[in-house]
């Protein structure tokens, strides 16, 4: 029901032809950096925001990077491409009307796409890229929310706020598409591949994902919003005590007693982070 309304209204965002040129480029296994850097450089906004976020502490550079031809050559075509769709996604959040704190939501997602990398790295896992891009989109569907539907969202988090009932046990009580529905729907629409839409859909249940190709960046992800909810309460519009799936230990290889080292690394990763966490935005305060 809220999908077939979504569809017919022009403000949902979606990628413009440079931003889909670069992910294009980056997951391309014969392309050049002179081509991704090229496909940057047409927007010299664009340009300058990618070589912000680059010499983020995050990323411990030893000296500035002022090329992007650089920056692809040292962190990476699919880094780059992360952060030029993370640019994409922040613009994207100032297009709704809803009362929801907009900052907040984005740390919320920036957060969860920086868990998630350290995550993989901790347990080993190889696409590290793709763990920081799902985290990143994982909640993109409250993007769509909040463009499309401003006083429901704006009910859901009241509700969720005055009872600690997490925001998507609401939606799925009231019986319509939950905010994993839309984002599943929309990095779809984005042409972008099924990994993400999986976890857009899952990441709140992944016991009920029956495709099992995807299950390890599925719950790194399940995990990496559970510790980004515990640190930033409120932040995701949800306002109660996050859950953690207890098979996520079996498919990430981890024990309970692990997650007190994990949080460790999270916290000195997420300290690196500012530019990131902020947008790649000057900070006014």
């Not at 005590?241 to 690394?265: H, V």
Request: charged share 25%; hydrophobic share 40%.
């Amino acid at each position: 029901m809220l999908i077939e309304y979504v569809k017919e209204i022009e403000e949902i965002p979606t990628p413009d032809f440079q931003v889909r040129r670069i992910i294009d480029i980056a997951s391309n296994p014969d392309s050049s950096i002179k081509d991704l850097e090229k496909a940057i450089s047409i927007d010299a906004s664009l340009s300058l925001k990618v070589l912000k976020l680059v010499n983020s502490a995050y990323y411990g550079l030893p000296r500035k990077i002022t090329k992007i031809s650089e920056a692809v050559m040292i962190l990476g075509f699919k880094t780059v491409r992360n952060l030029a769709l993370s640019i994409f996604t922040y613009s994207s959040l100032n297009k709704g009307s809803s009362n929801i704190n907009k900052k907040k939501l984005w740390k919320h997602f920036m957060s969860t796409a920086i868990i998630s990398e350290t995550v993989s790295k901790i347990i080993g896992y190889p696409e590290q890229e793709e763990a920081f891009m799902a985290g990143l989109l994982h909640d993109v569907g409250k993007i769509v929310l909040d463009i499309a539907f401003p006083r429901y969202i704006n009910k859901i988090v009241e509700k969720s706020m005055k009872e600690n009932i997490c925001f998507y046990e609401i939606e799925k009580s009231l019986g319509v598409e939950t905010h994993n529905h839309l984002g599943a729907f929309l990095i779809e629409e984005w042409k972008l591949p099924e990994l993400f839409q999986v976890v857009s859909m899952y990441h709140d249940e992944p016991e009920a994902n029956e495709n099992d190709a995807f299950n390890i960046i599925l719950y790194i992800v399940h995990l990496s919003n559970y510790f980004s909810n515990l640190l930033y309460k409120g932040y995701s519009c949800s306002y109660c005590e996050p859950l953690l799936s207890l098979k996520s230990f079996e498919i990430l290889g981890i024990k309970p007693s692990n997650l007190t080292d994990i949080f460790i690394k999270i916290k000195d990763a997420l300290s690196r982070a500012k530019d990131l966490l902020e947008g790649g935005e000057d900070n006014e305060s």
